[in-house]
Every structure is written in structure tokens, then in C-alpha cells.
């Protein structure tokens, strides 16, 4: 079971906009402003989408964004388009004895 | 640009040690970075194994904690994991990945390799 819950599955068509979730504790999501957000496609590496909750790193498109509210914290990814059609995976600091746990995934169909 | 590259024995037999390097070019295991590990097995989700730091510390997963040794070796510029007593669900997806300087996400990614533990 995974330290952080994310949604199983989410859809949405082209252009629109979908939000994934990501729920923790107040003892990682809730307690530290240390959230990222990876994509994975099939067969290949993760890649950062978004880091310390809301940043953005070089090259990442202004179509993905992050927050965070309380425990929970979010991806949305709007305009959508077939590219991002993709795994994604959140992931909080949890302390110096945890330092990283997961959320189990969220699969992305675009229709 | 850093580059990560695994290499290791695509199969090991249950009861065994997995031996995995990561080869770091592009930058040095000298800096201030964390140096992960991270598995997936197939069809699964990711979960975090451990990491060290350039200084030699080290966090392990809780629940791997007791069969999980990372090591570094500055002067091949790469980090190791070893995993002891493995069983068929340790079969999966093995990547390394670094942990940013100053913050706690994973900047650079290895492509990941299959070890799959079987007789």
C-alpha cells in the first residue's frame, strides 16, 4: 500500500483540463512543501513535471501546474493533448528517517 | 547534462544478493546530491529503496531497511545497491535516479533496468 493516494485512473478529452490528487498525512504532503510530480510512459524513465509543489522545471510546458491544500496535494494539466497520455506518480519529502514516499500512480487517458 | 546508467545481472536466483551500478557521467557522485534508488515492479507503482549522500549517509525504505546496503565509489563516479535474501517480489524495474541539490526531488533519472528473480 502506498504512502500517498492518487486517484487509479482519470480522462479527459483534448483541451480540456484534468486535476490528479494526491493525499498524504500531516506528516509528509500536509508538513512539507516538498511535492513533485513525475510522468512516466510506457517503457520509459519517470520525468519531472513539477517540483516543491508548484515549480516548474526548464522545458516543462506552462500547461502543468501544482498546488497543495492541507494533505492533499494536486496536478492539473490543462489544454490537454495526446502526448500527455501517460502514468503519473506524486511524490513527498517525509522526514529525515522516511525521506521519500510515492503515491501509487494515476493512469491518463486522453480520449 | 547527467546522465545515470544501470548495469547489473538481469536475473538472479531467490535467496540471492541484487547487485546493481549505477554509472553517474555528466557530474560528480562528489556533489551535493543525494544518489537513489528507486524499483517498479511490472505493472506496478514506484517505491522509493534508499539513497546516499556524497558524505556517506544513508536513509533506507523502512521496509526494505534490513536487506538494503547503497554504497558510493567517488573514484569511478558511480553508486551501487545491494539487495540480500530476494524473493520473487523483488522482481521488477530497478532505476537510479539523483536527488536535487537543496530540495527533495528526483532531478535526473538512470533508464532503468529489468531484474527479474527466478530459479
Known amino acids: 500500500q502506498s504512502a500517498l493516494t492518487q486517484p487509479a485512473s482519470v480522462s479527459g478529452s483534448p483541451g480540456q483540463s484534468i486535476t490528479i490528487s494526491c493525499t498524504g498525512t500531516?506528516?509528509?504532503?500536509?508538513?512539507?512543501?516538498?511535492v513533485s510530480w513525475y510522468q512516466q510512459h510506457p517503457g520509459k524513465a519517470p520525468m519531472l513535471m513539477i517540483y516543491?509543489?508548484?515549480k516548474r522545471p526548464s522545458g516543462v510546458s506552462n500547461r502543468f501546474s501544482g498546488s497543495k491544500s492541507g494533505n492533499t496535494a494536486s496536478l492539473t494539466i490543462s489544454g490537454l493533448q495526446a502526448e500527455d497520455e501517460a502514468d503519473y506518480y506524486c511524490c513527498s519529502y517525509a522526514g529525515s528517517s522516511a525521506s521519500r514516499v510515492f503515491g501509487g500512480g494515476t493512469k491518463l487517458t486522453v480520449l | 547534462q547527467v546522465q545515470l546508467q544501470e548495469s547489473g545481472p538481469g536475473l538472479v536466483k531467490p535467496s540471492g544478493t541484487l547487485s546493481l551500478t549505477c554509472a553517474v557521467s555528466?557530474?560528480?557522485?562528489?556533489?551535493?546530491?543525494?544518489w537513489s534508488w528507486v524499483r517498479q515492479p511490472p505493472g506496478k507503482g514506484l517505491e522509493w529503496i534508499g539513497e546516499m549522500y556524497h558524505s556517506g549517509s544513508t536513509i533506507y525504505n523502512s521496509s526494505l531497511k534490513s536487506r538494503v546496503t547503497i554504497s558510493i565509489d567517488k573514484s569511478k563516479n558511480q553508486f551501487s545497491l545491494k539487495l540480500s535474501s530476494v524473493t520473487a517480489a523483488d522482481t521488477a524495474v530497478y532505476y537510479c535516479?539523483?536527488?536535487?541539490?537543496?530540495?527533495?526531488?528526483?532531478?535526473?533519472w538512470g533508464q532503468g533496468t529489468l531484474v527479474t528473480v527466478s530459479s
Open positions: 535516479a539523483r536527488g536535487a541539490s537543496r530540495s527533495w526531488f528526483f532531478d535526473y
Open positions: 516543491e509543489v508548484s
Open positions: 500531516s506528516s509528509n504532503v500536509g508538513y512539507y512543501n516538498l
Open positions: 555528466g557530474g560528480s557522485v562528489s556533489s551535493s546530491n543525494w
